[in-house]
């Protein structure tokens, strides 16, 4: 199992201020299999951490990232809310999606 993806969740998790539980209900998994992916007894799919991302505001990548540091740079921008529902934390993936895919296009046309 993938210890380094598992760790990077539960930072990321922790850093927004959600629970395992509200994790689990937005990405449409169990608690207890989400709970899995973050201790490394399961591997995690590959869609769940692409809606992680979303909902982190980071790039897939960035899960998979061994450098402790650049996984701890992404944590001074993490956005914490208390009692978001999934469709709250939904239309924050959707808004965080659209500012990376602005940013991206950004890099790519030199501005």
Do not use: H, W
């Not at 760790?7 to 629970?19: F, I, P, S, V, W």
């Not at 921008?77 to 500012?99: Q, T, W």
């Not at 296009?105 to 501005?111: D, F, Q, S, V």
């Amino acid at each position: 199992m993938n210890t380094i993806t598992s760790r990077n969740l539960k930072a990321l998790r922790e850093a927004n201020g959600y629970t395992q539980e509200k994790m689990a209900e937005y990405l449409g998994v169990g608690r207890s299999a989400y709970a899995n992916y973050e201790v490394g007894e399961r591997e995690t799919p590959l869609e769940v951490l692409q809606k992680a991302a979303d909902l982190f505001g980071c790039e897939l990548a960035l899960l998979f990232e061994e450098d402790e540091t650049a996984v701890r740079n992404m944590l001074v921008c993490a956005f914490r809310a208390d009692d978001l529902s999934a469709d709250d934390m939904r239309e924050v993936a959707s808004f965080k999606s659209v500012v990376m895919n602005y940013l991206k296009m950004e890099r790519l046309l030199g501005k």
